[in-house]
């Protein structure tokens, strides 16, 4: 783990490789160790930034007022402090979202997108009925008394979660702190980044679980027939986390699209 300061708050990264730069960006209740099977083997090719986002693993607590665009502002830091962009920038989840508000607020840090299992925000993305049942559950999930606070979101792998990354997993949710996760989640409620995705203007991957049921493949059509310069890699067997569901897949939809646009 290494730390930079990004607009007064400790970031931590993990880094490893020498190449172009692969940035990922973590979901909701996790943190870059998510990204632990592309570390280790996008590093043969890649120089890979995974980042703890604030509030998150090993970086600082977040602000209580941090919105959207703070997020993005942090991860623009991070890249700048690295000598790293212009970069290929991933995000899973929520952490697809944060990389679009870096790209409406840092587009030449981006060199392309990758978008996993992601969101125009919630509010972007859900119907209204939908988005009202997913703040009724994170409430409900949030109020609960610390020895039954439960961060893991339901329905994030199609089947049983990896074996391999089982410990992995558990490590993760115990380290969820609760007023971060609040944060994320109510600024993911009402972010709605719709309008900037016809704008986008560099070479987008969209990489999706084929049986993803919080982020459906309807989702990822949408997005891309928003976005003018993008393709999809539908991962089979997988559902929300097709990078540690289906990881071998993954890496090679990530390393086929980064090489076609070095």
């Not at 410990?167 to 609040?182: F, H, I, K, Q, Y």
């Not at 493949?217 to 289906?246: C, K, M, Y």
């Amino acid at each position: 783990m290494e730390v930079v300061t990004a607009n007064g708050l400790d970031v931590a990264y993990r880094r490893a490789g020498d190449g172009p730069p692969l940035v990922f960006v973590h979901g909701a209740a996790e943190d870059g160790r998510v990204w632990t099977p592309q570390l280790e083997a996008l590093s043969d090719e890649y120089t890979v930034v995974a980042w703890d986002e604030p509030g998150a693993g090993r970086s600082s607590d977040v602000p209580a007022d941090f919105v959207l665009a703070d997020y993005a502002s942090c991860l623009a830091s991070l890249i700048e402090s690295l000598g790293l962009g212009p970069v290929h920038v991933a995000g899973l989840s929520w952490g697809g979202t944060v990389v679009l508000e870096l790209y409406r607020h840092h587009p030449g840090l981006v060199s392309t997108l990758i978008l996993v299992d992601t969101y125009a925000g919630w509010k972007g993305s859900l119907s209204a009925r939908e988005l009202q049942a997913r703040v009724t559950g994170v409430r409900r999930m949030l109020a609960a008394p610390p020895e039954q606070f439960d961060p893991t979101l339901p329905g994030l792998f199609a089947g049983e979660p990896p074996a391999q990354f089982a410990p992995l997993l558990a490590e993760m949710t115990a380290d969820v702190r609760r007023e971060s996760l609040r944060r994320q989640l109510e600024v993911m409620a009402q972010a709605d980044l719709n309008e900037l995705l016809p704008r986008i203007a560099v070479p987008t991957l969209l990489v999706w679980g084929e049986a993803d049921v919080r982020s459906p493949l309807a989702i990822a059509r949408e997005f891309e027939r928003a976005i003018p310069d993008t393709e999809l890699a539908v991962i089979p067997g997988a559902g929300h986390v097709s990078n540690l569901e289906r990881p071998e897949s993954f890496n090679e939809a990530v390393r086929t699209f980064c090489r076609a646009h070095a």
